[in-house]
């Protein structure tokens, strides 16, 4: 059964502050590693993670996948308020479904 | 393009009530899934479709059937609604293909089961 762990669950920053999220799987047959955005309603996609080592970035955000110990890190640099929300992270697997397993999320708030 | 459209937003249903959960999609997208998330937790896959036709069962499949007969269209049906099943429910879409992964979802159906 595939599985994916988030970590913290919680977190609790100041504007400014640097954050890390974690996510680390197990899955049978990786395709893909994805992470999302889920503010009051629906997640919306950020990275969509495939190849070990290589960063993917956009804007503030930026995260990276290491194949080998089966985790993956969320970095958000000079957080804003706007960036509360919690943050999902999945794993797909190489079948003909596509089907991903989603973390329980790590709920990120930034205070003023 | 209006995306992934889910109907009802918001739904109390009484226990032992059924129900059907429509999403409609314009996307032209082959793979279709409705998920749950209940509170604090991840997604939890209900059940799946690859094509028109074709559908089968995710993680937690029991008191829900779907069925898929238009690409566009996924229905899911709540049968005998119990208190567990209070969720609020979300259908999503990906294209086929090998740079697949990125699902689109609805904005979701908030269902309360009193």
């Known amino acids: 059964e595939d599985k994916v762990v988030q970590s913290p669950l919680s977190l609790v920053v100041h504007e400014g502050d640097t954050v890390t999220l974690n996510c680390s799987y197990e899955v049978t047959n990786f395709r893909s590693l994805l992470w999302y955005k889920q503010e009051k309603k629906a997640p919306t996609f950020l990275f969509m993670l495939t190849s070990s080592g290589i960063e993917k970035k956009s804007g503030r955000l930026s995260s990276i996948l290491d194949k080998k110990e089966l985790f993956s890190i969320l970095n958000i640099t000079a957080t804003q308020t706007g960036d509360s929300a919690v943050y999902l992270c999945?794993?797909?697997?190489?079948?003909?479904?596509?089907?991903?397993?989603f973390g329980d999320g790590t709920t990120l708030t930034v205070k003023p | 393009n209006a995306g992934v459209t889910q109907t009802p937003k918001f739904r109390i249903l009484k226990i032992g009530q059924s129900m059907t959960l429509q999403c409609a999609q314009d996307m032209n997208h082959n793979y279709m899934y409705w998920y749950r998330q209940d509170p604090g937790m991840g997604l939890k896959l209900i059940y799946y479709?690859?094509?028109?036709?074709?559908?089968d069962k995710g993680e937690v499949p029991n008191g829900y059937n779907v069925s898929r007969s238009t690409t566009e269209d996924f229905p899911l049906r709540l049968e005998l609604a119990a208190p567990s099943q209070t969720s609020v429910y979300f259908c999503a879409t990906t294209a086929q293909g090998w740079n697949t992964g990125e699902l689109f979802f609805g904005e979701g159906s908030r269902l309360t089961v009193l």
């Open positions: 999945a794993v797909e697997p190489n079948t003909n479904a596509g089907k991903s397993t």
């Open positions: 479709s690859v094509g028109a036709g074709i559908t």
